[in-house]
């Protein structure tokens, strides 16, 4: 018995200093933005960005890196971003989206899901297709980053903080919500 507590006590310093032991302060997380689209027939869609994950409804996709991977919209989402390119595949259909950079926003241009398109993404207007989709979206006067369309009841928000990300990053964020 005797031996046994010999042996114990070494455990129970060592538990006990480890319950002393100062605790680090945690770093502030980044705080969960969430993008909504509102279309006619009261459809709503929505995706929330927190810490590198994409989720929503119909989205689960995670970063890792310069690639993004999940499920968005029924589809499996393999994509990598560089300064000028997003590129893997979505769904079946190969994905190869060049982007020029304005300083005012951004131009995508190419496949999305084996679909050719084009989609201008600027401060004061968000137009083109991506994939099946198709957008002409101007500023609203409601929000700063919330655009409307002129043909329907569709409203865009995007929050302050999305449209501020270097534009390779709010090119696949975008292009994964937007794109279908």
């Not at 310093?13 to 689209?37: D, F, I, M």
């Not at 590198?52 to 029924?74: K, L, N, Q, T």
């Not at 971003?81 to 595949?89: K, Q, V």
């Not at 300083?103 to 398109?117: A, N």
Request: net charge positive; with cysteine.
């Amino acid at each position: 018995m005797r031996r046994l507590m010999l042996l114990a006590l070494p455990f129970v310093l060592l538990v006990g200093q480890g319950g002393c032991a100062k605790r680090l302060p945690a770093a502030p997380a980044a705080a969960s933005e969430t993008l909504t689209l509102r279309r006619s027939g009261h459809q709503l869609e929505q995706m929330t960005v927190d810490n590198g994950r994409m989720f929503g409804p119909a989205i689960e996709v995670a970063r890792y890196g310069a690639a993004y991977r999940g499920r968005a919209f029924d589809r499996i989402v393999d994509l990598r971003s560089t300064e000028r390119l997003i590129e893997g595949s979505v769904g079946s259909g190969r994905t190869e989206l060049h982007l020029e950079n304005y300083p005012d926003g951004f131009v995508l241009r190419g496949l999305y899901g084996g679909e050719l398109g084009e989609i201008e993404v600027r401060a004061d207007r968000i137009v083109g297709s991506l994939g099946t989709q198709a957008y002409d979206l101007r500023k609203s006067c409601t929000g700063e980053s919330s655009y409307t369309s002129g043909y329907g009841p569709t409203e865009l928000v995007v929050p302050a903080s999305i449209m501020a990300l270097p534009a390779r990053d709010r090119a696949a964020v975008l292009a994964i919500f937007l794109g279908r």
